[in-house]
């Protein structure tokens, strides 16, 4: 099978080479991301497409890999907001996914967020650098019996409520879903009002679906306590850019730490140093002292990536040779 991998990073080309090697699959790479004018680099040679969370895989663009006569999409990641399922059922050209490569890495990484923010970790490191051995502004608090609100306990958000319950924090949850494990481990389900009300930190592991569209927006930071320390590793629009920049203006949200962010994909991903960004709200976000903003690299830990790169290529040797995932992961 002859697979066209879009967006690839050296690393992409450097774990999926390492683990093809088990597979003999046909690899041809292309570092820009897919959208209706690099939909012209799928000849009809290629029986697959793969993708990650920015490429645009809209109804234009499955039109045209329909008639190529692309017979799988295959995403390298967890979330598929990027994808028009619905048109490519239609096709019958069949989608898969990672679904669970390693919430480990996206909940170690939230954690590390939370940390750096709450003890201005980010400060310190260019304080010292420069000889400045002072503690004035650095000042954090005991995370030890604060509030945390949870949501989405799926596969990432209940490593991080168990995460949380280690550290000695009140966890409150909140899903359409919810876990009857995480229930009995003490953590407690709530509505969304009283995650907003109640937690000294929040952080989002939801989906964004039509749903969870900006659930982070001006009516939901007004009854957020204040100084609240608002966590997205998830999906940047399931917040309000504007409201939330507001809301630290007005002092009411303490901290913003941001792993994905709403226009992410006109910027990350990319070595931008050279060039004068464009993007003001990113820039603003970015000039602020109780913002950390890192691109999209949560996932990005050496077992995830070994991770992707099985199951991805596993999901399309399933797939071919019985129209069935049983969803297997590589042995670590
Ligand atoms: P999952 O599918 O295991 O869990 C998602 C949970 O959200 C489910 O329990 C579901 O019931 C819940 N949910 C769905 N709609 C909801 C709503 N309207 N309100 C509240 N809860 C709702 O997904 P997983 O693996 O935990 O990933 C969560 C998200 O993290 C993904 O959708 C993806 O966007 C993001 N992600 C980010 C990464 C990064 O590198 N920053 C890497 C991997 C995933």
Not at 245 to 271: H, S, T
């Amino acid at each position: 099978m002859k697979i066209a991998f879009f967006s690839s990073q050296p690393y992409d080309i450097t774990f999926f080479n390492k683990c093809n090697k088990d597979f003999g699959f046909d690899l041809d790479y292309f570092d820009m991301a897919l959208d209706e004018q690099s939909v012209n680099l799928v000849t009809s040679e290629f029986d697959v497409i793969c993708v990650f969370v920015n490429d645009k895989v809209d109804a234009g663009v499955i039109e045209v890999l329909s008639e190529r006569g692309v017979k799988y999409i295959a995403l390298r990641c967890a979330g598929f907001n990027n994808v028009d399922l619905e048109v490519a059922h239609k096709k019958g050209i069949r989608v898969c996914r990672v679904p669970a490569y390693s919430p480990e890495a996206v909940a170690e990484h939230t954690l590390a967020m939370l940390f750096t923010l709450n003890r201005k970790i980010h400060k310190a490191y260019n304080r010292v650098r420069e000889q400045n051995y002072s503690l004035n502004g650095l000042l954090g608090t005991n995370i030890y019996k604060k509030t945390v609100g949870v949501i989405g306990t799926g596969n990432i958000g209940a490593v991080f409520c168990r995460m949380m319950k280690a550290l000695g924090t009140e966890v409150l949850a909140y899903d359409l879903y919810p876990n009857e494990q995480l229930k009995a481990e003490g953590i407690r389900y709530v509505d969304l009002d009283t995650i907003f009300s109640q937690s000294d930190i929040i952080s989002l592991h939801c989906p964004l679906t039509p749903e969870t569209l900006h659930l982070i927006n001006d009516d939901s930071i007004v009854k957020m306590k204040s100084g609240v320390m608002l966590i997205n590793t998830s999906r940047g629009k399931l917040i309000d850019t504007n409201a939330v920049i507001q809301g630290l203006r007005e002092k009411k949200i303490g901290a913003l730490g941001i792993d994905v962010y709403e226009q992410e994909e006109k910027v990350f991903f990319r070595d931008l140093s050279e060039t004068i960004l464009e993007d003001e709200r990113l820039q603003l976000l970015t000039s602020f002292p109780n913002v950390l903003v890192t691109a999209h690299q949560a996932f990005f830990t050496d077992e995830a990536l070994t991770q992707i790169a099985f199951v991805t290529l596993d999901n399309l040797k399933q797939l071919d040779a019985t129209n069935e995932i049983i969803g297997r992961n590589a042995e670590l």
